[in-house]
């Protein structure tokens, strides 16, 4: 079995539709379970006091390696998004839209991930979004819906 049929049959345990989030590394596995207490984190550097995306062992700015997980808000805005239209993934079925998302914390920091929550017709970049968790298996997946949206 591979990693990626590894995770998939992960995440099919769960209730809710699959999401393919891929085999995170040592280092980013805290994003996808972060979600457990409603909190969404990045890794945040505490020798330069800056947060980066994706996680990585050493801070992309200053070199540091004093890294670790920290809340944020889990609010921003779309900066850019497709509309997917193809059944890429066994079990997730299209159309959903793809998106990136820039924290409120830091702009510069994209997220990658799925927004819901609303018509895709009325998607746009610039729509202020926060984000809410769908479990699946193990995993606690951070996707945006609009602010708007309760
Ligand atoms: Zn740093």
Not at 26 to 42: N, P, V
Not at 51 to 78: E, I, M, N, W
Not at 90 to 97: K, T
Not at 130 to 140: A, I, K, Q, T
Request: glycine share 8%.
């Amino acid at each position: 079995m591979t990693e990626t049929e590894s995770t998939i049959m992960a995440n099919a345990q769960g209730e809710l539709p699959l999401r393919y989030i891929g085999t995170p590394s040592a280092e980013g596995e805290f994003f996808w379970t972060s979600g457990k207490d409603g909190f969404l984190r990045l890794l945040h550097c505490d020798d330069c006091d800056r947060f980066h995306h994706p996680p990585q062992p050493v801070c992309p700015y200053c070199h540091g390696r004093d890294l670790s997980p920290k809340p944020v808000a889990g609010t921003g805005t779309l900066a850019a998004f497709t509309i997917n239209h193809q059944p890429f993934i066994p079990g997730f079925d299209p159309p959903y839209v793809f998106g990136f998302v820039e924290i409120d914390e830091d702009p510069t920091i994209r997220i990658a991930t799925n927004i819901v929550g609303c018509d895709h017709s009325d998607v746009e970049i610039g729509m202020r979004l926060r984000v809410l968790f769908e479990h699946s298996g193990e995993w606690y997946v951070p996707l945006f819906e609009p602010v708007e949206a309760n």
